[in-house]
């Protein structure tokens, strides 16, 4: 008899769902837009998944969340996080890959992935909104257009203009500024997002270069985002089909392995990062104080995943 599992990735924009066979093939996914951290967004995005997987409830044996609201996952058995998820849902959709950038609603981070798709390293930006999702709402916002409009208006422009600021809390004032001056829409959206590529590139630089790269997350759907990283990395990066439900596809291929009982090597990884992000939440680790883009913004901190055994 077949058995399903769920894989569930709860960010600060959007919800995301997958269900996943016993094989580990993906066989229902849904994403669902959302203005904030909502349980009713990610009800119905459990619920659409299911309907795409023409299976029940009853039919899942297992869930697994993973984002930034993990923990309000309805039915949820466990959780992972984010970087192991990503990671694991790259390599799945994506064999071989070695770099995965991952730029969501509210952090951005760069995950080094082994020849098994496990987490070696990682580097991230969760301090400010720099570069992710909420940054690029407020562009579109300042030059008056659509947020998926930005990414075309930005490849139609020269890059050629200096922008100071990567703070999204004073990108839109330094926006309207260059507005005044009678700089085109299109050149500020292509300078913008050369910077954000700019920004990235030193999160690579922390955990190293590395091919196949892939991009997740809703900004990997920015055309221009994709082409100045990729003019900053000087690779091409791998365009998934699906990017926005890697997080979720990763969590339900581990929800599959932990129902066959053949997680133990991700989950000692996955130990190993939680440590490390429990400490920047606690401030082990430096925190940004009043990020401004620049190089001395200490948010942005390499992690190699050390993992302890024992004999």
């Not at 769920?6 to 066989?27: E, I, P, R």
């Not at 989950?267 to 190089?295: F, M, N, Y």
Request: hydrophobic share 45%; charged share 20%; proline share 3%.
């Amino acid at each position: 008899m077949n058995w399903y599992v769920m894989g569930v990735d709860l960010g600060s924009t959007t919800a995301k769902a997958t269900v996943v066979d016993q094989d580990g093939g993906l066989v229902g996914s849904s994403v669902v837009q959302m203005g904030a951290v909502s349980r009713d967004a990610v009800t119905r995005a459990m619920n659409r998944a299911l309907t795409a997987a023409d299976v029940t409830q009853d039919d899942i044996r297992r869930t697994i969340s993973t984002g930034y609201g993990r923990k309000l996952v309805p039915g949820a058995d466990r959780s992972f996080t984010e970087i192991t998820c990503h990671a694991r849902g790259a390599a799945a959709l994506h064999p071989g890959v070695r770099l995965v950038i991952d730029i969501g609603g509210q952090d951005s981070k760069v995950i080094a992935v082994d020849s098994d798709g496990l987490v070696d390293r990682f580097a991230m930006n969760d301090r400010c909104a720099s570069g992710t999702g909420r940054f690029f709402d407020v562009l579109a916002r300042a030059l008056e257009v659509d947020v998926e409009e930005v990414g075309s208006l930005a490849l139609a422009g020269a890059d050629g203009l200096e922008v100071s600021s990567m703070c999204a809390t004073f990108a839109e004032t330094e926006v309207i500024s260059l507005l005044a001056q009678g700089q085109a829409k299109s050149d500020i959206a292509a300078s913008v997002h050369k910077a954000v590529a700019a920004r990235t590139l030193g999160l690579v630089a922390q955990v190293g270069k590395a091919t196949p790269t892939v991009m997740t997350g809703g900004v990997a759907q920015n055309a221009a985002a994709r082409h100045y990283i990729e003019l900053a990395l000087r690779h091409p990066l791998e365009l998934l089909e699906q990017p926005q439900i890697a997080g979720a596809y990763g969590a339900g291929l581990l929800a599959r392995d932990e129902y066959a009982g053949s997680v133990a090597p991700t989950e000692s990884r996955d130990g190993a990062a939680k440590q490390q992000l429990a400490a920047r939440a606690a401030g082990i680790v430096p925190q940004c104080a009043g990020c401004d883009g620049t190089a001395g913004d200490h948010s942005h901190v390499s992690i190699p995943l050390t993992v302890r055994t024992t004999t």
